[in-house]
């Protein structure tokens, strides 16, 4: 049975940093696309960032572009990944979501995504 279990949620003041990781178990996620999505209240959930196993034989990370030169994700191994956030603003408030999928297509796009984890708090305070 596949689980993601995220953590590394928290409080933090903005400008602060954070660092959440997922740990993916029950089969090998090696060539799975594995991301990150985010919800606050009151919104739909949205894209954060992906890393994909290209046809190039290496792992490539998207971003939304909200998030592009304040998070890192990044993939520590197999079944692995962190996503590293700086420069926190309050509207980064959210439950962020970690998920995977078996194809590199559409990184960017929720519905593809098979498996997802719980969650996990990100309250950043102004």
């Known amino acids: 049975q596949v689980h993601l279990v995220e953590s590394g949620g928290g409080l933090v003041q903005a400008g602060g940093s954070l660092r959440l990781s997922c740990a993916a178990s029950?089969?090998?996620?090696?060539?799975?696309?594995m991301g990150w999505f985010r919800q606050a209240p009151g919104k739909e959930r949205e894209f954060v960032a992906a890393?994909?196993?290209?046809?190039?034989?290496?792992?490539?990370a998207y971003y939304a572009e909200s998030m592009k030169g304040r998070f890192t994700i990044s993939r520590v191994n197999e079944n692995t990944v962190s996503l590293q956030m700086n420069s926190l603003k309050p509207e980064d408030t959210a439950v962020y979501y970690c998920?995977?999928?078996?194809?590199?297509?559409?990184?960017?796009?929720?519905?593809?995504?098979?498996?997802w984890g719980q969650g996990t708090q990100v309250t950043v305070s102004s």
């Open positions: 029950g089969r090998t996620f090696g060539r799975y696309t």
């Open positions: 998920a995977a999928k078996s194809s590199a297509a559409g990184a960017n796009l929720l519905h593809e995504y098979e498996y």
């Open positions: 890393v994909s196993w290209s046809r190039y034989y290496t792992y490539e």
